[in-house]
């Protein structure tokens, strides 16, 4: 009912830059806090930031200053601007949205996940 779609992931190499999009489409009444999570084999899937409707955000200490997330509530699209990558950011990055549905129904939804790959 409810889909995200994340693009923008790729090889980049340390010091360069990347923009992930993820836009949230289906049967949505309004979305509420979208985020971005990464996970890398062996690991727990950790937040990378946060941003609510109102564009109050949060950043996991490890990307402070060097990340932005943004978001486009017209498009239902969040934004990860991804600076002076480090070989520790390669993970999967996932997109994720709390959405109240059109049959009013609030629940957190997922994308499927975008390689990002730093090379020293």
């Known amino acids: 009912q409810v889909q995200l779609v994340e693009s923008g992931g790729g090889l980049v190499q340390a010091g360069g830059s990347l923009r992930l999009s993820c836009a949230a489409s289906?049967?949505?009444?309004?979305?509420?806090?979208m985020g971005w999570y990464r996970q890398v084999p062996g690991k727990e899937r950790e937040l990378v930031a946060t941003i609510t409707s109102g564009s109050a955000t949060n950043y996991a200490d490890s990307v402070k200053g060097r990340f932005t997330i943004s978001r486009d509530n017209a498009k239902n699209t969040v934004y990860l601007q991804m600076n002076n990558l480090k070989p520790d950011d390669t993970a999967v990055y996932f997109c994720n949205a709390d959405v109240t549905t059109v049959a009013r129904s609030r629940t957190n939804f997922w994308g499927q996940g975008t390689q990002v790959t730093v090379s020293s």
């Open positions: 289906g049967r949505i009444f309004s979305t509420h806090v």
